[in-house]
């Protein structure tokens, strides 16, 4: 049985790096490649990083239901494959979407059973810190990315669980505290040790 988690923060809170740092401490996890239509960065690459399309391209993936969530952010559009998603969620995976307050919605009404998670910055300084440290956004870009930020985390207590990315590597620690718990939990286990259980029972194992 696998689980479909959310990450949600503001630009600049760290999310990405955890995530990143977080595949390569545990098994058995993806973080969905979404389709969007905002170019790449530097270092980027298509179908790794995101799957890069055209703004027509996107909207006949929209019109012929491809998606299972879709966003707006910063005039570029964002989308999850919900065919690709119900793959690996079939065969046994836990699937990461990195999506902004509006797509972790949009997916928790659809999937009520996704676990939620919202990345936190300590301060709003910190924050500003940390988007400038970039060198890759004009001051326009930063100011805007600095007024979304309080606009996505107005929306923190909509998530199940809470990280600090005060101390990265404590914040990394408390992300995979979060799957492993969740990896854990009666409902997960009951399923991925049935016949253990069974035989614990005394019940006739098929």
């Not at 760290?14 to 905002?38: A, C, F, M, P, Y």
């Not at 836990?94 to 307050?101: A, T």
């Not at 100011?143 to 990280?163: M, P, V």
């Not at 009666?186 to 035989?199: C, I, N």
């Amino acid at each position: 049985m696998s689980t479909l988690f959310t990450i949600s923060a503001p630009s600049g809170a760290g999310k990405t790096s955890l995530v990143k740092n977080l595949l390569e401490q545990i098994d058995n996890i993806k973080v969905s490649v979404s389709h969007t239509t905002r170019k790449p960065r530097s270092g980027e690459v298509d179908g790794i990083n995101y799957n890069f399309v055209t703004k027509d391209k996107f909207i006949q993936m929209l019109d012929k239901g491809i998606f299972l969530e879709h966003a707006e952010v910063f005039g570029n559009y964002y989308g999850t494959s919900q065919e690709w998603l119900t793959e690996q969620l079939d065969i046994g995976i836990d699937i990461i979407l990195e999506i902004d307050w509006q797509g972790a919605e949009q997916v928790k009404q659809l999937n009520p059973a996704t676990v939620g998670i919202f990345i936190l910055p300590p301060s709003r300084a910190i924050l500003e810190e940390r988007l400038r440290g970039r060198g890759t956004d004009s001051d326009e870009i930063i100011t805007q990315r600095l007024q979304g930020a309080i606009t996505e985390i107005n929306h923190y207590d909509e998530s199940d669980y809470l990280i600090i990315n005060d101390d990265f590597d404590r914040a990394l620690i408390d992300l995979q505290i979060v799957i492993n718990s969740q990896r854990l939990c009666q409902t997960q286990q009951t399923v991925k040790l049935d016949r253990m259980l069974a035989e614990l029972l005394g019940k006739k194992v098929n």
